[in-house]
């Protein structure tokens, strides 16, 4: 059985575990536990657990379930065909029409169940067919039918299932509405209707209700996703509009499918849409009509690339909340369009095969369509999807026996005490889990440590979010120490190892690609590995399968009490600062991510990391990657809609007022759309051919009125758009020219945009070469024109940066206070006494004489004064010329000193270039690049690139400059090195490379560049942090805190010793959801006295079934001297104690924080709880409170569908 | 002047339509970009001719039979290429001008 894919099928083979640790409750069982609406899988899981029970083998439910649904396909379709036609001896004909859905090419991937959600392929017949039933004989017995398949389906009506729903169900009904209306010519039962939406609202309240109110919840995914213009644009319009021009019509019409190699069978499928059209020519039926018109509705929407005014129109339907979730829109188009599709091939095939004089030729052409759909559907039908190999794999089955011991293994680590997470290696890249079968094959999916053993892990690389570079570099650096205490401060506590050859040697790429850079490469050196990592192990299972634990000096229970509570100006993935100056990491570090926080809550420390905030990082941010990337276009400059979005982008121009970074980033990215529109629809662009500089044309040309530039199509120009880009860039440098041009901030933003220019230089020359429809002598022209518009603006940008020879930092916005600085060991450990100088308000400081703490140098600094003016600086007056010493390579004419070159370059060699090894090259490192050069009126190109040492790593160019001077020039640059980079190499060379640039140049000198002065230096970067203590000197006393997990989403925390204020971190994925109840306090507001009537009545319900809470304990693990304890129980969906909180107070509220990059956090103080030093708090993920209201309203409803049902047949 | 072009065009209805079918062929095949505003006025003037030589829906379904035809010789022999694609755009819009007219019939 194959129990993989992207959200796995593990409920086929163990559904009640499944249920229990993966869908009852609304917190993830996976990784950090972040919200999750697997819930909505209860009553399918359950539905599952019934049918188990009664075939017991997991395989024979796998086999009977896709049986029924692939069968039940083709007989909905058949029978929604056979009501259509409704006529006699019409079986055949709705038999093919059956098999075009249910084995056509376009269907026959759904087949493989990769998500829960693809039940869609036989529910949409199936339910259109009994709402078919329902429009024919308005009996309600199939709507009340139809109501309870929704809800044993739920997560086909969820919003995992939304696109499938939105694009099958409001066509449909509307089809069937016509049809009854129109063609039927009966009236529509409108009581049955509103009592139909009322049950389905009903029976669905179980996950209806969370999501509806994460809808309208601000800050939350789902809404994000519906609503701002990043969900409805970026992730919806931006992904719909790189994928539409692959989907081809003709394709669509075949019923092939789309973006595939396709073999030479698949050119029978031209002759289905001959019968459709043959159909309607002899047709004299409306329900046939209706089939067609909705088929055409559906290929507009499956096709997308149908003209472009539709096209243009598709695209507007993107501003309409909720509309991105079609941005894969073939996708989610194409069973709806392919159902309606069988709809019509059905009825149009019994009109041709009506047509013929003899029976033989209807047969023949049944057989000819039976044959031609068998064919295509013989690998399914015959097992071969299940018997696929895994992707990229060597080999390996999908479909597997589970392994007896991996059995044990998973019921041993459902047993594991501590409520803690497990870290599963292999580390896998997405989060998928990778396990062996016992005869072969493997199962990939989601880990099944999660879903089945009910502990979070984190299976993948990419699961550990902020902290996974991290990981990896601590790993690489092999700094084991430092990475299991970053281990325990996620709450990891064990290490779960399959040591299985298969699941690792013979997947060479995915799932481990990126992993396996870092971690070892086979499972042999892996045991290595983990030996060295020296974890303690508790379980080995016949030395396939391996548990080990971490020790509790490294761990950080799932509820705990920092030690120090502090505010970091850093992100999360510079974690290791803050741990390094602190040796524990019992720490909620608060680091500040545009989400204010109240201001009654008290750090105990400031931390601010000023690595980057010195006078220099100005300059080096400037080649830091924009965040807005290069643009991508939707709309060309002909289309009636485009002034429409110039006038957009000119309000946002104009909004750009400022001069900090990300405004600059903006402000080009939308600069360089020009150059994006040109590369898309350069080939319909217009030439003006007679514009003499881009200056002069800037001041000849106005912008067009909107009705103008509409109908005479004005910006559909090369030059129109060069002049743009200029003006746009023109404009910002202004704009910082405003500034104080002496300030380094100013150089860095000219810096910045200087580097961006010489990018789309580069990009702008490469689209003119190979633009179609313009001829050599207009590409001429352009190039002529743009290189003199980007000289022109690079006249603007020049200077001088300068030597990274002193750092000074600004503390300015300090408050008054008593500070420390730390300035790291490693760093001043590089120089002597002669290299490095300290000066703080003039003083100088020698790095012998400071106090040292840990891995840093100390200082202590007062301000007495908020505007007390700071400085304090470092000198490095010698960082070595890391070319000094390597010598050039070259394959043309060289001549070489000490301090200079001189290359001559031959035209007549193919090889060309001057090339030089930087030394001791260091990856994610600032460097400083200047020499003088001449290039004697030729265009020269100097390149910076780096790779990691061995033959055949990958080059990464990270500088590409071009070089013109007449006569000697000075030239500086900054460069980052890439991540993994420790060999990089400098090389001039002459730029162009293409004939008609060479005609540009002039001819009468030779080709020749002269380099003299020539240096690369690391820029440094010291770390150096400013840390301010807020709690006053006497030693505060934290309290014990004893925790009981309920279930993952509700914990009872009982409070000792509490005499001063706290912060309390609960190790789970920050949500305001999660919230902190004094169980012994009332709140005094409508909302909550029902909320308790409620909880009563709950109870009440709750005892008569005899869910009755008992004491569950198995023992206490302690930790911090015991500080910290925790009771061990199993986990409880229901018992009389559930609504213990409902209506009860909830404390802290706005002392709520993320801490540690992802977990919970509450600062609370002893008024919180009235001055009480013992207590009992429960910690309870709120949105858990709806999802038992809203089962118990779908269960009641689920009985009143029931009794209606049984009604109907009673009354008969 | 409108009654005379209305009398040359019926009584040359089928030299008319004819030319009308290669210049789409002409545009399927010998044209490489692909603008609307040729598509919808070629779709208003075969629309002015159903009016003009009241055109059942049947003709217009042989219309789409001979697209149609064009359509799976292409994507035989060329794939879902630029002339297939123009060609089942031009097979999809005279198949909507067709359904409408049997709607009307």
Redo the contacts between chains.
């Keep these: 059985m194959d129990l993989g894919g992207d959200s796995s099928r593990l409920y086929f083979y163990d559904p009640i575990s499944y249920l229990s640790k993966a869908t009852l409750y609304v917190v993830s069982p996976s990784s950090y536990g972040a919200e999750y609406l697997g819930y909505s899988n209860i009553p399918f899981i359950f539905f599952l657990i019934i049918l188990r029970s009664i075939v017991i083998s997991p395989t024979i439910l796998i086999c009977m379930f896709y049986g029924i649904s692939l069968s039940g396909a083709f007989l909905f379709t058949y029978l929604a065909i056979k009501e259509l036609l409704d006529t006699k001896n019409s079986w055949w004909a709705a038999a093919i029409g059956g098999l075009v859905y249910a084995f056509s090419p376009g269907t026959l991937d759904g087949w493989k169940h990769v998500l829960i959600t693809y039940n869609h392929i036989f529910l949409s017949p199936l339910i259109f067919y009994l709402l078919l039933r329902y429009f024919k004989t308005a009996n309600i017995r199939y709507i009340l039918g139809t109501i309870l398949i929704t809800f044993f389906f739920s997560p086909n009506f969820s919003v995992a299932g939304a696109p499938a729903l939105f694009s099958f169900y409001p066509l449909s009904i509307l089809f069937l509405i016509v049809y009854t209306k129109l063609i039927l010519k009966r009236k529509i039962v409108i009581k049955h209707i509103v009592l139909a939406l009322i049950l389905f609202i009903g029976i669905q309240a179980f996950h209806l209700f969370p999501v509806v109110s994460s809808i309208f919840s601000q800050g939350n995914d789902i809404h994000g996703t519906i609503f701002t213009d990043k969900g409805k644009f970026d992730r919806g319009l931006s992904y719909f509009s790189a994928i539409a021009p692959s989907i081809k019509t003709s394709i669509n019409l075949f019923i092939l499918p789309q973006m595939r190699s396709l073999d030479i069978f698949s050119n029978v499928f031209i002759v289905f849409p001959f019968v459709i059209v043959i159909g309607l020519f002899f047709n004299k039926k409306k329900a046939m009509l209706l089939a067609a018109t909705f088929f055409l509705i559906l290929l507009f929407f499956a096709t997308g690339n149908i003209t472009n005014i539709w096209l243009s129109l598709y695209k507007g339907l993107f501003t309409i909340p909720g509309f991105s979730m079609f941005r894969n829109f073939h996708s989610q188009w194409v069973y709806t369009y392919l159902f309606f599709y069988a709809l019509l091939f059905g009825q149009a095939f019994y009109i041709v095969t009506n047509r013929f004089n003899k029976k033989i030729y209807s047969y023949m052409l049944t057989f000819f369509f039976l044959a031609i759909l068998t064919i295509n559907a013989w690998p399914l039908i015959k097992g071969d999807i299940p018997n696929e190999m895994l992707w990229q794999s060597k080999n390996v089955k999908a479909s597997l026996k589970i392994d007896p011991d991996y059995e044990k293994a998973l019921s041993y680590v459902r047993t594991l005490p501590a409520d803690a997470k497990v870290l599963t290696l292999p580390l896998t890249d997405p989060g998928y889990q990778v396990v062996g079968g016992k005869d072969g094959g493997a199962y990939m999916g989601p880990s099944t440590i999660s879903y089945l053993g009910g502990k979070k892990d984190f299976a993948g690389y990419d699961e550990l979010l902020g902290y996974k570079e991290l990981v990896l570099q601590l790993i690489k650096d092999k700094e084991y120490e430092k990475l299991k205490s970053l281990l325990g401060l996620l709450n990891i506590k064990y290490i779960f190892y399959d040591a299985d050859p298969v699941i690792y040697n013979k997947f060479p790429s995915f799932p481990y690609e990126q992993v396996r850079t870092v971690f070892p490469k086979d499972q042999k050196s892996y045991k290595q590995f983990i030996q060295e990592l020296d974890f303690k192990e508790i379980k080995n299972i016949n030395n396939k399968f391996f548990v080990f634990e971490i020790s509790d000096e490294y761990f950080l229970p799932h509820i705990t009490i920092a030690e120090k509570s502090v505010s970091f100006n850093n992100s999360i993935t510079e974690i290791q600062t803050p741990l390094s100056l602190y040796k524990i990491n019992k720490i909620a570090l608060f680091n500040y991510s545009g989400v204010p926080i109240d201001s009654q809550i008290k750090f105990d420390e400031d931390l601010i990391d000023s690595t980057k905030s010195n006078s220099y990082t100005h300059l080096t941010s400037s080649i830091d990657v924009s965040s807005f990337g290069f643009p991508f276009v939707s709309w060309d400059m002909t289309s009636p809609l485009y002034p429409f979005i110039v006038f957009r982008e000119k309000k946002e121009l104009e909004s750009l007022t400022g001069v900090d970074q990300i405004q600059i980033d903006r402000t080009l990215f939308l600069a360089e759309k020009r150059i994006a529109e040109l590369e898309k629809w350069g080939k319909d662009t217009k030439i003006v051919g007679n514009v003499g500089s881009i200056e002069d044309l800037d001041v000849a040309w106005e912008e067009p009125t909107l009705v103008k530039a509409m109908l005479l199509q004005k910006y559909n120009y090369w030059e129109i758009s060069f002049l743009r880009f200029y003006r746009t860039i023109d404009n910002v440098i202004d704009q910082i020219e405003k500034e104080n041009t002496a300030n380094l901030k100013v150089k860095g933003n000219k810096y910045r945009i200087s580097r961006a220019l010489h990018r789309d230089r580069e990009i702008l020359y490469r689209i003119i070469q190979r633009s179609e429809n313009v001829t050599d002598q207009q590409k001429m022209y352009l190039l002529e024109l743009s290189t003199r518009m980007f000289d022109s603006l690079d006249d603007r940008l020049q200077f001088a940066i300068p030597p990274p020879s002193r750092l000074d930092y600004n503390w300015d916005t300090l408050e008054k206070g008593e500070y420390e600085i730390y300035i790291d060991k490693k760093f001043v450990q590089n120089y002597n006494q002669r290299e490095l100088n300290l000066e703080m308000n003039n003083r100088q400081f020698s790095f012998d004489a400071l106090d040292q703490e840990n891995d840093w140098f100390k200082i202590l600094y007062t301000k007495t004064d908020k505007s007390t003016q700071n400085n304090f600086t470092l000198f490095i007056t010698q960082e070595p010329n890391l070319i000094a010493n390597t010598m050039w390579k070259s394959f043309d004419k060289l001549d070489q000193g000490t301090d200079f070159a001189s290359l001559t370059i031959n035209d007549d060699l193919e090889a060309t270039g001057l090339m030089k090894e930087i030394d001791n090259w260091r990856p994610k490192t600032y460097y400083f690049v200047s020499f003088d050069y001449k290039t004697n009126g030729k265009r020269f190109s100097v390149k910076i690139f780096d790779r990691k040492h061995g033959e055949n790593s990958k080059k990464f160019t990270i500088l590409e400059d071009e070089l013109f001077a007449k006569e000697w020039k000075s030239y500086t640059s900054l460069v980052l090195s890439t991540d993994d980079a420790n060999a990089g190499f400098i090389q001039f060379l002459k730029s162009g490379g293409n004939v008609l640039f060479n005609q540009l140049e002039s001819q009468e000198n030779v080709t020749k560049i002269d380099i003299k002065n020539f240096s690369i230096v690391k820029i440094p970067t010291p770390k150096i942090l400013v840390r301010r203590v807020n709690v006053p000197n006497k030693p505060r006393q934290l309290p014990s805190l004893t925790f009981t997990r309920v279930n993952p989403t509700k914990y009872i925390v009982r409070i000792q010793n509490a005499k001063d204020p706290y912060t309390l971190v609960l190790v789970d994925q920050f949500n305001t959801n999660w919230k902190l109840v004094d169980p012994t306090q009332d709140t005094d507001t409508i909302r909550s006295v029902l909320a308790r009537i409620v909880g009563k009545i709950g109870k009440a319900g709750v005892a008569i079934f005899g869910m009755q809470a008992i004491d569950q304990t198995k023992g206490v693990l302690r930790y911090f001297d015991g500080n910290v304890n925790q009771t061990v129980t199993q986990d409880v969906f229901l018992d009389t104690k559930t609504f213990d909180t409902w209506g009860k107070t909830e404390i802290a509220q706005y002392k709520h924080f993320p801490a540690n990059g992802y977990a919970n956090a509450w600062y609370i103080e002893p008024k919180d709880m009235r001055g009480k030093t013992e207590y009992t708090l429960v910690i309870e993920m709120t949105s858990q409170k709806m999802l038992y209201g809203g089962l118990f309203l779908s269960i009641g409803t689920f009985f009143v569908v029931v009794l209606l049902l049984a009604k109907t047949f009673f009354k008969k | 002047m409108k009654k005379a072009l209305k009398s040359f065009l019926q009584e040359n209805k089928k030299t008319v339509l004819t030319l009308f079918v290669l210049g789409i062929l002409e545009e399927i095949f010998f044209r490489f970009?692909?603008s609307?505003l040729l598509?919808?006025s070629a779709l208003l003037l075969y629309i002015l001719f159903v009016k003009l030589y009241k055109l059942k829906?049947?003709f217009t379904?042989?219309l789409?039979?001979i697209l149609?035809l064009v359509?799976?010789i292409d994507?035989?022999f060329t794939g879902?290429s630029v002339s297939?694609?123009k060609?089942?755009?031009w097979?999809?819009?005279f198949?909507?001008v067709?359904?409408v007219q049997?709607?009307k019939e």
């Design positions: 970009t692909s609307d598509t919808f829906s049947t379904f042989l789409c039979l149609l359509v799976s994507y035989v879902a297939t694609e060609a089942a755009v097979f999809v819009l198949f909507i067709g359904v049997q709607w």
